[in-house]
Nanobody, 115 residues
Framework: QVQLVESGGGLVQAGGSLRLSCAASGSIFSITSMAWYRQAPGKQRELVAIITNIGSTNYADSVKGRFTISRDNANNTVYLQMNSLKPEDTAIYYC?????????WGQGTQVTVSS
């Protein structure tokens, strides 16, 4: 099993930046990929960015060029650097770790972007 703890959310004005962190513990050596998802009120949870255990990344079209996912293997932490934030980025952001075929979720962190 894996335990995930997110941090770094908050309130920011449009155009600003935030960095989210996701600290993993437990069976971390079995993780094949880690990802950030988000869920806005009244909408389905959607994939924002993913990074594999070999460092490959992929992003939702809506965040390409603005968000960057990275990992610090020494500290078992994954980051999501979010720049040029827009009001439509407002959501609860969740970290997810995959140990095939199971996915583990963090508790989520709120990001609110004011216009």
């Amino acid at each position: 099993q894996v335990q995930l703890v997110e941090s770094g959310g908050g309130l920011v004005q449009a155009g600003g930046s935030l960095r989210l962190s996701c600290a993993a513990s437990g069976s971390i050596f079995s993780i094949t990929s880690m990802a950030w998802y988000r869920q806005a009120p009244g909408k389905q949870r959607e994939l924002v960015a993913i990074i594999t255990n070999i460092g490959s990344t992929n992003y939702a079209d809506s965040v390409k060029g603005r968000f960057t996912i990275s990992r610090d293997n020494a500290n078992n932490t994954v980051y999501l650097q979010m720049n040029s934030l827009k009001p439509e980025d407002t959501a609860i952001y969740y970290c997810r770790a995959t140990i095939r075929p199971t996915g583990y979720w963090g508790q989520g962190t709120q990001v609110t972007v004011s216009s």
